[in-house]
């Protein structure tokens, strides 16, 4: 099954990502056939909703985690994960994601990579936040974030969840 598609830039060659947890990247030959020429392996369990390009950069998102990979060498530059830093809401129970998501996992639901310099990365979670990360910085922190969870009626629950991001030029 395939969720995203991306063209690589500066080429018509492709990348794919599918709920298998593979990326395959597919050369465009010149009879308009494509051939598979490599694959990055996430897990089988990873299901990556995030495929995006900039300049030799591919970023690859599933599950609680972001992958940069290096297109040139097909090796990965740096991992990100995602965790929730504990139960912000005072709830002992799921702060997001009730019963379907008993472990309070943060899902990475859409990332985007700033067009004009691949610097800055836009990442839409399901705890609700949207997080602005620096791929030049030394650190995996966001270095801005924006919560858009509201409370349930009635309780302490945060609800909601940020599912897509659009980075502007």
């Known amino acids: 099954e395939v969720l995203r598609a991306a063209f690589l830039s500066n080429n018509a060659d492709l990348c794919t990502t599918g709920?298998?947890?593979?990326?395959?990247?597919?050369?465009?030959?010149?009879?308009?056939?494509?051939?598979?020429?490599?694959?990055?392996n996430h897990g089988e369990e990873a299901q990556i909703y995030v495929c995006e390009t900039v300049d030799s950069d591919l970023l690859i998102a599933a599950d609680d985690f972001m992958v940069f990979w290096d297109l040139h060498s097909l090796e990965h530059k740096r991992v990100y994960t995602f965790r929730e830093s504990g139960s912000a809401n005072g709830n002992q129970g799921p702060s997001f994601g009730g019963h379907r998501n008993p472990d309070n996992q943060v899902f990475v639901f859409d990332a985007k990579l700033d067009p004009s310099s691949a610097s800055i990365v836009g990442v839409a979670l399901?705890?609700?936040?949207?997080?602005?990360?620096?791929?030049r910085s030394a650190s995996n922190q966001a270095f801005a974030s924006v919560s858009l969870a509201?409370?349930?009626?009635?309780?302490s629950e945060r609800i909601g969840h940020a599912t897509s991001v659009c980075m502007c030029i």
């Open 150 to 155: 509201r409370l349930f009626a009635g309780t």
């Open 19 to 40: 709920s298998d947890g593979n990326a395959v990247l597919w050369k465009n030959n010149i009879d308009s056939k494509l051939e598979k020429y490599h694959t990055f």
């Open 126 to 135: 399901s705890d609700s936040t949207t997080r602005l990360l620096d791929t």
